[in-house]
């Protein structure tokens, strides 16, 4: 201790360096939480102004980390305290649509938003932060983001460190790009400045960890707006990859680098048995990035004015390790096998669905992009999925720079990269996956338990500005139709219109008078019932004067029978 505050003083005088300690963020463990999201502000720079921050409960930046239990219900209390509209999404949970906190689904100034759901995760490191359609880049990087830990018996049994803050480190890592006056850009592509756990972590300064000279695991999330990280430590130093995005891993994989584009987790074991006293650091290998990885190595704009980071294409440092004494019962081997993850066979799948990523030029950089060359609408659906369906999803990039491509509800499994099985980091869980340009990639996953006609969830690119842009689609998960025999009602002799409407809506049934009652529900998009009536006649007018403009879902419903409309409200 007294020798790490004399080490700091001695690099304080002699370099202008300060030395932060990593920060670790509190846990808030079910089944109640409350997270309020408020304005805040860091004096992150040495000079000038303080940067305004979003931050959740009593931090000044980012949020506590949540710790989910496998199988508890759980009961969540969002309270926005920012002076704009938000949304919090539950990144990489399988969750009904309508508390998965996409764009639809947003909390106004001064609102509160109480999701309750049952956890279904497997153990893994997810994470939570904004969704607002066109805001989200700006208000994630902010800070309004936190990590979430799912704990599971399986994960529970293994011999692992999980002393979270002790021997289970959790990393949130960003690059952002703020300016002259200290504020965070959403669309900065000169990011250079890296934050750890919200510390800053170069220009002059550095952020420290002290770690046991044991097996310590690190959580690490890459929740940049746009920067690649290929992590791996100084001198080589090899670790154990344990777990992607959703879960483990079937088994501890030795290497000496995890790549993650934005979004995407690892979580890894180092060991550092042995290395009492010792110091090394945290660092991106971006030197060994692929060209059209953002973060790796770029061509000069010939002519034109320096474009990118100084931390483009440069290996650089990104936190000090120091080795600390061990602490009492550590642990001191991990399993060789993990789990067993079985992706579902090729054979089994419904449907393939290709997804190009394209732009309006093959020359396009900095956006926007699109997939299959139409930007995100949020009226249009682009896929209704049949609940229980088994789907390939191939991605293919056809632009100049990497996306990582980002999927809600579901986890998938990486069938295919340009022709060959994934390698052993990629062969997990995930809910990320990063496709350089020229890339082809498949995955196969199933869309279970939750059916939902109204709210949809998203699919898209985890650069939060080519999201905010328009790289981005929505789909819904329908569900079984009822049985045939049962159905009198059917779509053909309901008619709504007109379509789009304004201030009336006409819901008619073919037929006559005779019909038994039939009862008319409207949903808004977030599931909140707007109208209902139960009419004894085939032609119905509606009063929808004062309704907000937007896409509304409307139920009719015969004894058993239920027929689901959309319509939209100009
Ligand atoms: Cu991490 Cu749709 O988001
Ligand atoms: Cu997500
Ligand atoms: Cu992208």
Redesign the pocket.
Known sequence: MTKTLIICLIALTLHGFAQTQLFIPDTLVGPNYTLSMHKDSVQFFPSGNISHTYAFNANQYLGPTLIFNKGTSINITVNNQIDDTTTVHWHGIHLPSKWDGGPHTSISPGNTWNPQFTVMDNAATYWYHPHLHMKTAEQAIKGAAGLIIVRDPLEAALTLPRKYGIDDFPLVVQCQQYDVNNQAMPLGMQDSTVLVNGARANNGYSVFGNFPAQLVRMRILNASGERAFNFGFSGNMSFYQIASDGGLLDAPYSTTRVRLGPGERAEIILNLTGMNGQSFYLMSYASELSMGIQGGPTMPMPGGPPMDSPLNGIDFNIMQINVVPQTVNPVTNIPSVLTTNNPYSTGSANITRTIRFTADSAMVMDGP?YFNDSTFNMMRMDYEIPLGNIEIWKLVNETM?A??FHIHDVQFFVIDRNGSPPTPEERGRKDVVLIPPGDSLMFITKFEDFADTIVPFMYH?H?LM?EDDG?MGQFIVKPNPTSTSEIMLNNSIINIYPNPAKNSLTVSINGNDSFTPFEIKVYDLIGKLIYSETAGKSRTVINSSNWNSGLYSIIIKQGKNSIHKKTIIE
Do not use: A, E, G, T
């Open positions: 992009f720079v996306h990582p690119c650069i080519h790289m």
